[in-house]
């Protein structure tokens, strides 16, 4: 059982120096647990709303109607989407494009950088035919919730056009 305990708290983060005991190493873990738990049902949310937005997008793209009102309503054709998430000090950004829109990523990342002075801690994308999935993490020093608010506001501003 020494063991076991002892290759579960390797699994986790290790969050302090200090040694725990082995009742705070069990309540560690079920936290961790329940923390990727919520981290897997938000990327399964995210993943069914990509999967709409490419079926819907390729439906458009080919002419068909076949398709509700409601869900044509939903997606935007070809236009590009932002979702901003904040997180305490946090930004976490999702950007979806097509191929002919990928510049906004740098806009956006020149805008956090040089305007706001945000810190990137990720950025990445990927391609799906021709639509580009962006991903952008940052960190917002000295920033209150309005002033938050108002950088997710000119950023959507600027996905939608009306800069």
Known sequence: MKALY???NA???QTS???LTLP???????????KLQNNVEKKRERKRKLVATSASDKLNSTGSS???SSVDH????????????ETGPILQIFLVTSLEHKFMFHEIIRVLTEEIGAEIIHAGYSTADD???HTLHCKVEECDYEAKSKIS???KKFVNGDY
Not at 24 to 34: G, M, N, P, R, T
Request: net charge negative; aromatic share 8%; proline share 10%.
């Open 11 to 13: 699994l986790l983060p």
């Open 24 to 34: 705070d190493q069990l309540d560690e873990a079920a936290k961790y647990i329940k």
């Open 66 to 68: 076949s398709m509700s």
């Open 131 to 133: 639509a580009v999935f």
């Open 153 to 155: 506001e000119r950023l």
């Open 17 to 19: 120096r200090e040694p």
């Open 74 to 85: 939903f997606v935007p054709t070809r236009m590009p989407t932002i979702e901003i998430q």
């Open 6 to 8: 002892s290759e579960l």
